[in-house]
């Protein structure tokens, strides 16, 4: 399994731009250098939170619900709807996968 980090962190740890007030080509490659580890930052994949709907009735009325397995957040749905599950929670944002 790799090691997931948060992009913010990694953010925070490229610190801000070298500044300078000499301009040497050492110090606008550096300045540049970092403009482009930053650009790479934004476009590296995210981790996705993958879940699954856990299902119940609700209710003698044949209500049915649902728990998000990674938040334990809920939904309601009439037994008639059941297969239009939402595809990611909207309490969390884990993407559902089937099962």
Same mark, same amino acid.
């Given at each position: 399994m790799s090691d997931l980090i948060s992009r913010q962190a990694a953010i925070d740890a490229l610190g801000d731009m070298p500044m300078s007030w000499a *301009?040497? *080509?050492a110090e606008l490659q550096a300045q540049e250098d970092w403009k482009q580890h930053r650009e790479a930052l934004f476009k590296l994949p995210t981790a996705e939170k993958k879940g699954k709907w856990i299902p119940h009735v609700v209710n003698e009325y044949q209500t049915w619900g649902s728990d998000c397995s990674e938040c334990g957040?809920?939904? +309601? +749905?009439?037994?008639?709807?059941?297969?239009?599950r939402y595809l990611y929670c909207p309490n969390c944002g884990a993407r559902m996968e089937e099962g």
């Open positions: *301009d040497t *080509d957040g809920w939904y +309601v +749905v009439e037994r008639r709807y059941l297969a239009q």
